[in-house]
């Protein structure tokens, strides 16, 4: 699946001359309007979208009562976009842009499956595909995706991005400013992607107010995972959320931008120092040095 693909985005989008945080994100691509919209832009360059299972209501649909994996954000359940068109559009009109699928249920996911292995096998850019699977910060109530029904399903895309995260109680909505990601809750993730074997891509997405917080928790999180294929970090914000924009810049400074994806709302965006920052070292790499150099000096002594 995935065959032939340019799915390394670093390599995909040359002109970002291997600088993640780079990238430009179009968030919720949920509708037609939204798509058209993403599709045009000369900017976007990765398109986020959320699958449900739901109705499709488009004129195109001929059995209107029927529940598909449709694009939607929960609590919504209908949606004018299907998955099934949501990435043939991708994949016919536009060759420059890549997608990241973000599933909401396992249900969403397999009944995904046949679309995906139709549409993915002759794709020409990055895809990435995410699910929350595991419970996070801050006691987060969210029922998480099964982690390991959703990398086993996961797993025939060897070169698709598996995206995998937390669930979170925090921002606006939850009326949460505090907390953060717990060394207990990353050993767990780490944990589970080893016991599935898992050997494609790995980003995690972290909530940025909340990584923010403990920034030694998520560089932890990256230096164990450094013996991992190609593992990145994908840093979100909900809109309203609280975050500390000069810690924000310091961790992804100290992870290194050509590991850092940022998908954050524009203000906060602009709010980011990272015009320093390194493009060439990662917390991964001084990690491996450092290990490296122990084995020699044990050698020596």
Same mark, same amino acid.
């Given at each position: ?25 179009? +968030? ?6 939204? %798509?058209?919209?993403?599709?045009? /832009? ?6 986020? &979208? ?22 939607? +954000? ?46 993915? +096998?002759?794709?020409?850019?990055? @895809? ?5 699977? %595991? ?89 164990? /995972? =450094? ?10 914000? =909900? ?20 590991? @850092?994806?940022?998908? @954050? ?8 120092? %990272? ?5 060439? @070292? ?7 040095? &450092? /290990?490296?150099?122990?084995?020699? %000096?044990?050698?020596?002594?």
């Amino acid at each position: 699946m995935c065959a032939n693909v340019t799915t390394d985005p670093s390599n995909y989008f040359s002109n970002i001359n291997g600088n993640l945080t780079k990238i430009v994100w179009a +968030h919720a691509v949920n509708s037609k309007a939204e %798509l058209s919209k993403a599709l045009a /832009s000369d900017s976007v360059m990765m398109l986020e &979208a959320d699958v449900v299972l739901g109705k499709w209501n488009s004129s195109e649909n001929q059995n209107v009562n029927e529940t598909i994996p449709v694009m939607a +954000h929960p609590p919504a359940t209908e949606s004018d976009l299907s998955l099934e068109k949501f990435v043939s559009g991708v994949n016919e009109k536009n060759a420059t842009k890549g997608v990241k699928l973000d599933f909401k249920s396992i249900e969403a996911f397999n009944a995904s499956k046949s679309i995906l292995d139709k549409l993915l +096998h002759d794709l020409k850019f990055p @895809v990435f595909l995410n699910a929350d699977i %595991l419970a996070g910060p801050v006691n987060a109530t969210a029922t998480p995706v099964d982690a390991k029904a959703f990398l086993a399903l996961a797993k025939p895309y060897r070169n698709c991005t598996v995206s995998v995260g937390w669930t979170t109680r925090y921002g606006t909505k939850d009326n949460v400013t505090e907390g953060g990601y717990t060394e207990e809750q990353i050993k767990k993730m780490i944990d589970t992607l080893k016991e599935q074997n898992v050997t494609q891509p790995i980003t995690y997405p972290v909530r940025a107010g909340l990584a923010a917080n403990d920034i030694s928790v998520i560089k932890s999180l990256m230096e164990k /995972s =450094s013996d991992m294929k190609n593992v990145t970090l994908t840093v979100w914000s =909900s809109e309203g959320d609280k975050v500390d924009a000069a810690k924000l810049s310091t961790l992804i400074k100290d992870i290194g931008v050509t590991k @850092v994806y940022v998908d @954050v709302p524009e203000d906060l965006m602009k709010s980011l120092q %990272l015009s320093g920052s390194s493009s060439g @070292v990662s917390v991964a790499s001084i990690t491996l040095v &450092a /290990s490296l150099v122990a084995v020699l %000096l044990s050698t020596i002594l």
